[in-house]
Nanobody, 121 residues
Framework: QVQVVESGGGLVQPGGSLRLSCVVS????????MGWYRQVPGQQRELVAM???????KYGNFVKGRFTISRDSAKNMVSLQMSSLESEDTAVYYC???????????????WGQGTTVTVSA
């Protein structure tokens, strides 16, 4: 049984920092592309950061050096350190674990329930 649990969201002032954590049970984390996504009501869910199974890291265009994603495979955890937060960063942040099977287009994908980040004075 796979479970994805995010934590660390909350209220932070503009310019502040926040660390989000995602703990996944039931998988071997290093086999999965681990991603943080965010969504504002009425908008498409967008990629924030991804720590891929091959250890490559990608960030959304809006990150601009403010966020850092990290993986701790021993703890089955991926974290997102966010700094210089702006009101535009307000969203529900979701953790995703995705594994694409070798030689196919089939994949397993698991989502957490999300954690809310509110950036406001």
């Amino acid at each position: 049984q796979v479970q994805v649990v995010e934590s660390g969201g909350g209220l932070v002032q503009p310019g502040g920092s926040l660390r989000l954590s995602c703990v996944v049970s039931g998988i071997t984390l290093s086999w999965f592309d681990m991603g943080w996504y965010r969504q504002v009501p009425g908008q498409q869910r967008e990629l924030v950061a991804m720590f891929q199974a091959d250890s490559q890291i990608k960030y959304g265009n809006f990150v601009k050096g403010r966020f850092t994603i990290s993986r701790d495979s021993a703890k089955n955890m991926v974290s997102l350190q966010m700094s210089s937060l702006e009101s535009e960063d307000t969203a529900v942040y979701y953790c995703n674990a995705r594994h694409t099977f070798t030689g196919t287009m089939d994949s397993d994908s698991y989502w957490g329930q999300g954690t809310t980040v509110t950036v406001s004075a």
